[in-house]
C-alpha cells in the first residue's frame, strides 16, 4: 500500500467514525463507550447534583433517574411552578428522600452576574457540590440568511457563554475547595458534530460548545498531570459533552 491509499483510506474511516456512526448510535462514540462500558449508574449514590435546565425535557427525566438513586439534587431553570413539580415527582418516585434532599433554585443561566450567589446557595444548602449539569438550552429553525443577529447573539449567550462562565465558577470551586474532585457535565447535540439544516444558529452555538468544552478538558487534563507531577496530588475534574 502506497502512502496516498494510507491516507486516503485513513481519512475515510475517520468520516465514517466521527459523521456516519453517531448517525446510528444516536449520540457521540465517547458516550456510547461509556454507556456499553463504563460505571453504571448507582456509583452516583448519595452525589449532590445541580441540573441547570430541570424544569422539562431532559433535566426533567434526569432528575428523576438521579432521585432513584438518592442523588441529592438542586433543579435549576427559571419557571418555578414547573421545578416545583419536578421536586414533588422526585420526592414521590423515591421515598427515601426527605424535602431537604431535593430543592428548587430558580434562576436564569444567561444573568451571568447571579451565577457565585447561586453557587453559594447550592453549597450552602449540602455543603458541597459534586456534579454540575449543564442542560438549559434552546433550539431554533430558520433559513440562515433571514435570522436576525439578535437571535444569533442570544442562542450563544444561553447555549455556550452562560455554560462556560458558570462551568468555570464552578471548577474553581472544584479546585480551591473540593479537593479537587467534581464532574461538569454539558447536554450537547448532535448538532454539535453534524449540523442540523434551517438551525445555522443553533448548529453554531452547539459546535462552539463542543470546541470550547473540548479545550477546556484539554486544559484541565493538562493541568492534572502537571499536579501529579509536581505536587503528587490526585486531581479528579471530569467534564464530558454529551
Ligand atoms: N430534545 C432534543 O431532541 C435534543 C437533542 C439534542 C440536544 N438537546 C439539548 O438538550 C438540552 C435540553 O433540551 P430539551 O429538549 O430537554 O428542551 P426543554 O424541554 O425546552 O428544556 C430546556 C430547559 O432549559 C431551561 N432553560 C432555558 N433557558 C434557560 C435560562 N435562560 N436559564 C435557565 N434555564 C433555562 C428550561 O427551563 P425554563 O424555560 O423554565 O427556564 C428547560 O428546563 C438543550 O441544551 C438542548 O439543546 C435536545
Known sequence: MNWW?????????YYITYFVIPWFIDCDINLYMKEKFGRPLNSLQGKVVWIIGASSGIGEHLAYELAKINCKLIL?????KELQQVRNNCLKINL???ENDVKVLVMDICDNASHKKALN??????????ILVNNAGRSQRANWEKIDLNVDKEMFQLNVF?????SRLVYQYFTDKNSGKGHIVVTSSLAGILGIPYSGSYTGSKHALHVC???MHIVCYLFYFKLVILYLTKKK???GIF
Request: net charge negative; proline share 0%; charged share 20%.
Open 5 to 13: 491509499e494510507i491516507v486516503g483510506i485513513t481519512t475515510i474511516f
Open 76 to 80: 435549576s431553570a427559571r419557571r418555578d
Open 96 to 98: 427515601q428522600l426527605n
Open 121 to 130: 446557595y447550592v453549597i450552602s444548602q449540602f455543603d458541597k457540590l459534586d
Open 162 to 166: 452562560s455554560i462556560i462562565a458558570l
Open 213 to 215: 468544552i473540548l479545550y
Open 237 to 239: 475534574i471530569f467534564i
